[in-house]
């Protein structure tokens, strides 16, 4: 499984040797020196990652975390950033920026493939929380401010994270509702709050699970990856 990866360094020397130390790791890069173009395409194009240089022409590596936390497409994924500065403050300013790693600078081999190591394993999991399965079953859905508002639904597919079912019931994008549905590998029921996160045609609703129990999204996982399989 390859992995798509953007790095922004505005010394090509560096954006070299990264290329040559990730791409054998299973990753594709894409490498950039114009912090202001990648900013752009932060906006429109998907990544499972980042590579940042601190110390860049306007937007920096800080702003352009910033930015990549408020992307549409781009959000939740890892970011790294290379800085040559180790010091409390620095590493406090990436993370209110969104960065998830530092790598300083310089670095060795064995540094660099061990945060893309890491960087990889996080990747992983949040593609496992996308991951979707046809599934077939009744959905009892309560919803209103007492909970005393209910439909019957059946699900499309299910994964570790939410559930398709159709019809939508009338709920609304935002919409918090408890959901009541069974999964073949276990006979008691699932009951999970969830949060709607859109609408597909043409009577479909997509909701995202909330503080499911554990038991009850390892019965999710083990139907959509076997059992005893993890990533």
């Known amino acids: 499984m390859d992995f798509r990866i953007m ?9 070299t040797l990264v290329k040559t130390l990730v791409e054998p790791l299973g990753m594709s890069i894409l490498t950039s020196s ?48 290379l800085t040559g500065y180790d010091d409390v403050e620095t590493m406090r300013k990436g993370f ?3 960065v998830t790693f530092f790598l300083g600078k310089p670095f060795t081999r064995d540094r660099a ?34 909970g005393d508002r209910v439909f019957k ?15 939508t019931g009338g ?6 509702i408890r959901l009541e549905f069974t999964m073949p590998n276990r006979r ?18 997509a909701v995202q699970f909330a503080a499911i129990d554990p038991d009850d999204q390892e019965a999710i996982r083990e139907y959509i990856f076997g059992r005893g399989e993890t990533l």
């Open 96 to 98: 209110q920026a969104g």
């Open 153 to 167: 639904a059946e699900s499309i597919n299910v994964g570790e994270g939410g559930m398709l079912f159709a019809p």
């Open 34 to 81: 114009n912090s202001r173009e990648a900013a752009e395409m932060v906006e429109t194009e998907v990544f499972d990652g980042f590579l940042l240089d601190a110390n860049m022409p306007c937007p920096d590596g800080f702003e352009l975390a910033k930015r990549i936390r408020h992307s549409p497409v781009n959000s939740k994924v890892p970011i790294a950033l």
């Open 113 to 146: 493939c061990g945060l893309f190591t890491a960087m990889r394993g996080m990747i992983l999991r949040e593609k496992r929380q996308h991951a979707r399965l046809p599934y077939r079953a009744p959905v009892e859905c309560h919803w209103g401010e007492m």
């Open 188 to 205: 008691k029921a699932i009951r999970t709050q969830a949060k709607v996160l859109r609408h597909e045609p043409p009577n479909r609703i």
């Open 7 to 15: 790095a922004v360094d505005d010394e090509p020397e560096i954006l």
């Open 171 to 176: 709920l609304d994008v935002g919409d918090n």
